[in-house]
């Protein structure tokens, strides 16, 4: 998937584990985990393209994932930090959003040989445009935005939101709608691609629809937050 969409995810899982565990180093960790392979690999092919000769390589690898883990691990053991294992966690759940078991060499590194060389026409000037263009990817950063404003506002010091409770309900349920039609889009995209309209979405019907899984997974929780906030008042 795309950057917003990495970082939609990274917000939901950082917010649910802070409504857990009451830690609010968790969301920009969290943040941070759901977008770090994607910051270590692409700049690496941007510098050294005859080297590293894809988007997709060590950042993305199942090593990287299980040496992050460990330190995780030994993290927690000593401290009990909660915080190591978020990071952890968003990083693997990176690669699984970007299916990377249908890309063996490249998961299973070293195992399988070296990463595959599939260089990325206009650098990063092609990446931009990409996001640019896509739809959706305005659609999750709308929807980050008001996550943040709303779920996120009031976690540091205990300061009261910057949005009145009834603007953030219609901020809320606006946002659902716009997530569930979207989810619903790239759904149908996914499962019956038109020729000629993958490209301005994700690359392949398969991430297509993993993308609207993640939306539609967005628009349920935008829903419930409210009320779950009303019942523990």
Known sequence: MYLFAHLFTGILIGLGLFQMYGDRRVVPVCIAGSLFPDLLDKPLMLLIPGIVG??????????????????????????????????AGTVLLHQLLDMLWTLPVTWFFPLRGM?????????????????LTNLSEWVFALASCILLLSGYAGIFYGRPSLLSGRTTGILRYGTACLLGI?????????????????????PGPDKTLMAGLVALCGAIVFIMLPGRKRSEV
């Open 54 to 87: 894809s988007t997709r390589t060590i950042g993305h690898t199942l090593l990287l994932a299980s040496a992050i883990l460990l330190a995780a691990l030994i993290l927690w053991y000593r401290s009990r930090s909660v915080p190591g294992i978020a990071f």
């Open 115 to 131: 990463f595959p060389m599939v260089p990325a026409s206009g650098g990063f000037l092609q990446f931009l445009w990409l996001e």
């Open 182 to 202: 979207t989810g619903f889009f790239l759904i149908i995209a996914g499962l019956d691609p038109v020729a000629g309209t993958l490209p301005a979405l994700y």
